[in-house]
Nanobody, 115 residues
Framework: QVQVMESGGGLVQPGGSLRLSCAASGSAFRNYAMGWYRQAPGKQRDLVALITMGLRTMYADDVKGRFTISRDNAKHTVYLQMYSLKPEDTAIYYC?????????WGQGTQVTVSS
């Protein structure tokens, strides 16, 4: 069982920045594919960004150029650096670890972009 825990959410003004962290358990962390998803009220959970074990990354179109996903295998942690935040980025952000065909989710962290 892989445990996943997000942190770093909060309230930020439009145009501001925030960095989310996601720690995952397990000695095989470097073999996990890791992703960030978000879910706004009344909407489905959508992929924001992901990073593979080979460090390939992909982003949703609406965050390209503003968000960066990275990982530190030594710390078993994945980061989501978010810049130029917009009110429409407001959502609960969830971290996801994929390993041997299984998906593991964290509890989520709230990001609110508002003046």
């Amino acid at each position: 069982q892989v445990q996943v825990m997000e942190s770093g959410g909060g309230l930020v003004q439009p145009g501001g920045s925030l960095r989310l962290s996601c720690a995952a358990s397990g000695s095989a962390f470097r073999n996990y594919a890791m992703g960030w998803y978000r879910q706004a009220p009344g909407k489905q959970r959508d992929l924001v960004a992901l990073i593979t074990m080979g460090l390939r990354t992909m982003y949703a179109d609406d965050v390209k150029g503003r968000f960066t996903i990275s990982r530190d295998n030594a710390k078993h942690t994945v980061y989501l650096q978010m810049y130029s935040l917009k009110p429409e980025d407001t959502a609960i952000y969830y971290c996801n670890a994929v390993f041997t065909g299984n998906k593991y989710w964290g509890q989520g962290t709230q990001v609110t972009v508002s003046s």
